[in-house]
Protein backbone atom coordinates (compact mmCIF):
# COMPACT_ATOMS: atom_id res chain seq x y z
CA UNK A 1 0.00 0.00 0.00
CA UNK A 2 1.21 3.13 -1.26
CA UNK A 3 0.75 6.31 1.45
CA UNK A 4 0.72 9.75 0.20
CA UNK A 5 2.51 12.84 2.14
CA UNK A 6 0.56 15.85 2.35
CA UNK A 7 2.84 17.74 -0.24
CA UNK A 8 1.72 14.50 -2.83
CA UNK A 9 -1.81 14.61 -2.12
CA UNK A 10 -1.77 18.34 -2.91
CA UNK A 11 0.39 17.72 -6.19
CA UNK A 12 -2.42 15.15 -7.10
CA UNK A 13 -5.22 17.33 -5.48
CA UNK A 14 -4.63 20.64 -7.58
CA UNK A 15 -3.40 18.77 -10.97
CA UNK A 16 -6.79 16.31 -10.78
CA UNK A 17 -8.92 19.58 -10.22
CA UNK A 18 -7.19 21.52 -13.21
CA UNK A 19 -7.53 18.60 -15.44
CA UNK A 20 -11.16 18.14 -14.58
CA UNK A 21 -12.26 22.12 -15.01
CA UNK A 22 -10.56 21.92 -18.33
CA UNK A 23 -12.62 18.71 -19.39
CA UNK A 24 -15.87 20.33 -18.19
CA UNK A 25 -15.13 23.24 -19.96
CA UNK A 26 -14.57 21.18 -23.13
CA UNK A 27 -17.39 18.46 -22.96
CA UNK A 28 -20.16 20.36 -21.39
CA UNK A 29 -21.54 21.34 -24.68
CA UNK A 30 -21.95 18.63 -27.08
CA UNK A 31 -19.72 18.97 -30.34
CA UNK A 32 -20.97 16.61 -33.07
CA UNK A 33 -18.98 15.52 -35.78
CA UNK A 34 -22.19 14.25 -38.04
CA UNK A 35 -23.70 11.75 -34.90
CA UNK A 36 -20.35 11.07 -33.53
CA UNK A 37 -19.74 12.95 -30.41
CA UNK A 38 -16.13 14.84 -30.13
CA UNK A 39 -15.72 16.36 -26.83
CA UNK A 40 -14.41 13.22 -25.21
CA UNK A 41 -12.02 12.06 -28.23
CA UNK A 42 -10.95 16.37 -28.05
CA UNK A 43 -9.72 15.55 -23.84
CA UNK A 44 -8.51 12.17 -24.77
CA UNK A 45 -6.18 13.32 -27.50
CA UNK A 46 -4.95 16.80 -25.68
CA UNK A 47 -4.42 15.07 -22.58
CA UNK A 48 -2.52 12.22 -24.41
CA UNK A 49 -0.38 14.81 -25.76
CA UNK A 50 0.31 16.23 -22.69
CA UNK A 51 1.67 13.24 -20.80
CA UNK A 52 3.65 12.57 -24.44
CA UNK A 53 5.36 15.32 -24.09
CA UNK A 54 5.60 15.44 -20.04
CA UNK A 55 6.93 11.52 -20.30
CA UNK A 56 10.28 13.48 -22.13
CA UNK A 57 10.65 16.73 -20.32
CA UNK A 58 10.37 14.63 -16.95
CA UNK A 59 13.26 12.00 -17.72
CA UNK A 60 15.26 15.09 -19.27
CA UNK A 61 15.05 17.46 -16.52
CA UNK A 62 15.22 14.77 -14.28
CA UNK A 63 12.04 15.81 -12.26
CA UNK A 64 10.89 14.42 -8.69
CA UNK A 65 8.21 12.02 -9.13
CA UNK A 66 5.92 14.51 -7.05
CA UNK A 67 5.68 16.52 -10.84
CA UNK A 68 4.00 12.66 -11.66
CA UNK A 69 1.37 12.92 -9.21
CA UNK A 70 0.50 16.82 -10.61
CA UNK A 71 1.12 16.43 -14.25
CA UNK A 72 0.53 12.70 -15.35
CA UNK A 73 -2.13 10.90 -12.80
CA UNK A 74 -3.41 14.54 -11.31
CA UNK A 75 -3.49 16.79 -14.27
CA UNK A 76 -3.67 14.26 -17.36
CA UNK A 77 -5.74 11.62 -15.20
CA UNK A 78 -8.71 14.07 -14.97
CA UNK A 79 -8.64 15.64 -18.04
CA UNK A 80 -8.54 12.38 -19.85
CA UNK A 81 -11.88 10.06 -19.38
CA UNK A 82 -12.18 6.48 -20.28
CA UNK A 83 -15.52 6.23 -19.13
CA UNK A 84 -17.17 8.65 -20.91
CA UNK A 85 -15.46 6.82 -23.83
CA UNK A 86 -17.05 4.09 -22.99
CA UNK A 87 -20.84 5.17 -22.47
CA UNK A 88 -20.53 7.30 -26.14
CA UNK A 89 -19.16 3.70 -27.41
CA UNK A 90 -22.33 2.06 -25.92
CA UNK A 91 -24.84 4.65 -26.84
CA UNK A 92 -23.97 4.50 -30.82
CA UNK A 93 -24.31 0.29 -30.10
CA UNK A 94 -27.40 1.13 -28.20
CA UNK A 95 -28.62 3.42 -31.38
CA UNK A 96 -27.47 1.00 -33.80
CA UNK A 97 -24.57 2.97 -35.09
CA UNK A 98 -21.96 0.69 -35.28
CA UNK A 99 -20.31 2.05 -38.20
CA UNK A 100 -19.71 5.49 -35.96
CA UNK A 101 -18.70 3.40 -32.62
CA UNK A 102 -16.24 1.68 -34.57
CA UNK A 103 -15.01 5.25 -36.04
CA UNK A 104 -15.31 6.21 -32.28
CA UNK A 105 -12.94 3.82 -30.91
CA UNK A 106 -10.79 4.03 -33.41
CA UNK A 107 -10.31 7.49 -32.95
CA UNK A 108 -9.89 7.26 -29.63
CA UNK A 109 -7.39 4.68 -29.31
CA UNK A 110 -5.77 5.66 -32.46
CA UNK A 111 -5.37 9.34 -32.41
CA UNK A 112 -4.70 9.44 -28.17
CA UNK A 113 -1.51 6.53 -29.02
CA UNK A 114 -0.42 8.62 -31.83
CA UNK A 115 -0.76 12.54 -29.29
CA UNK A 116 1.43 10.38 -27.00
CA UNK A 117 4.01 9.97 -30.16
CA UNK A 118 3.17 13.24 -31.05
CA UNK A 119 3.92 14.86 -27.32
CA UNK A 120 7.02 13.37 -27.06
CA UNK A 121 8.27 14.26 -30.81
CA UNK A 122 7.39 17.48 -30.82
CA UNK A 123 9.02 18.45 -26.98
CA UNK A 124 12.15 16.27 -28.43
CA UNK A 125 12.30 18.65 -31.46
CA UNK A 126 12.01 21.90 -28.99
CA UNK A 127 14.66 20.30 -26.49
CA UNK A 128 17.07 19.45 -29.81
CA UNK A 129 16.93 15.74 -28.60
CA UNK A 130 15.91 14.97 -32.44
Not at 78 to 91: E, K, P
Request: with cysteine; glycine share 14%.
Amino acid sequence: MIILKGIEIILLAVGGLAGVFLRYGIVRSPLLFGALPVNVLIVNVIGSFILGAFAILSLQWHLDGKYVLLVAIGFCGGLTTMSSFALDSVSLIDNKQYFLMAINVVANVGLSIGAIFGGRALTGIILGLR
